[in-house]
């Protein structure tokens, strides 16, 4: 007799939720979610399983009439969603998220309702200093593990506005900087980052804190008290350099603690537990 192992059900909302201690609760508006993102259920994680895929039959009939309507890109309500750190549960519209993720579809319109861990915690305080970034800047899914850190981007996001002001001789708003920011620096110095794994040197951080960690490196020949300024081009070519100079750094075992001690700065050795 061969035994069925049954599919993993969708994460439960209320589970996650007491487990992690999140009590406060920020209206987040209305947000583009990655569907991927999107791994549980507010009372209905035994009807789909975790890949959301529709386990009561007697509900195949609306998804299909959800299915036609997305190909005939008819508007459907917006879902509505919990979302607990960096994932997403399902309160109305499991059957729109499961058609759209059948259909290949990545991402989706949805209303989000962010709950966050206590405010008198480390990680309540970083996960309030996010929220602070996010809304200001109007960005979202960096992930960094220090509070200071947001400050840096932000203080980077600034500078740049001023850069665009001057070049194109008009008021730009923080949030279209911040945009132009993203494209233009963070995310093609974050991609080289991934393409040139060091994570594997720093295994505990984010892709976004090895980007600081990057640019603080840079900038500590350029800075003029505490003014911060990273050039595109330079960080670029810098990029490159402090990439090979790691990867020699960390691949000897007999004096890789030798030289991380020498070569990099103190303060990430005190303070930065992801620091092998």
């Not at 299915?67 to 309160?91: G, I, T």
């Amino acid at each position: 007799m061969i035994l069925k192992i049954p599919e993993k059900s969708l994460k439960c909302f209320q589970k996650e939720c007491k487990a992690r201690n999140f009590l406060t609760r920020i209206d987040r508006g209305i947000q583009v979610v990655e569907i991927d993102k999107i791994v549980g259920s507010v009372g209905r994680c035994l009807d789909f399983d975790a890949g959301f895929t529709l386990r009561a039959s007697h509900s195949v009939d609306r998804l299909e009439a959800i299915k036609k309507a997305l190909k005939e890109q008819r508007p459907l309500p917006l879902v509505e969603l919990y979302k607990l750190d960096d994932e997403y549960y399902v309160v109305d519209g499991h059957h729109r998220i499961a058609a759209a993720k059948e259909m290949g579809q990545k991402f989706i319109d949805a209303h989000v309702v962010e709950y966050l861990p206590p405010v008198s915690s480390r990680r309540g305080l970083l996960a309030r200093k996010k929220f602070d970034f996010e809304y200001e800047t109007g960005l979202q899914g960096i992930k960094l593990s220090h509070r200071s850190s947001y400050d840096k981007l932000l203080k980077q996001i600034k500078e740049h506005k001023e850069r665009l002001e001057k070049k194109e001789g008009r008021k730009i708003s923080l949030r279209e900087a911040a945009v132009d920011w993203f494209q233009s620096i963070y995310y093609p110095l974050t991609e080289r980052i991934k393409k040139a794994n060091l994570s594997k040197y720093m295994p505990n951080a984010t892709v976004g804190d090895i980007y600081v960690y990057i640019c603080d490196q840079i900038n500590l020949r350029n800075r003029k008290k505490d003014h911060y300024n990273v050039n595109f081009e330079e960080a670029l070519e810098e990029f490159g350099l402090l990439t090979r100079a790691t990867q020699l750094i960390f691949s000897g075992n007999g004096i890789k603690e030798k030289l991380r001690r020498i070569l990099l700065p103190c303060f990430y050795f005190q303070k930065c537990p992801y620091i092998i």
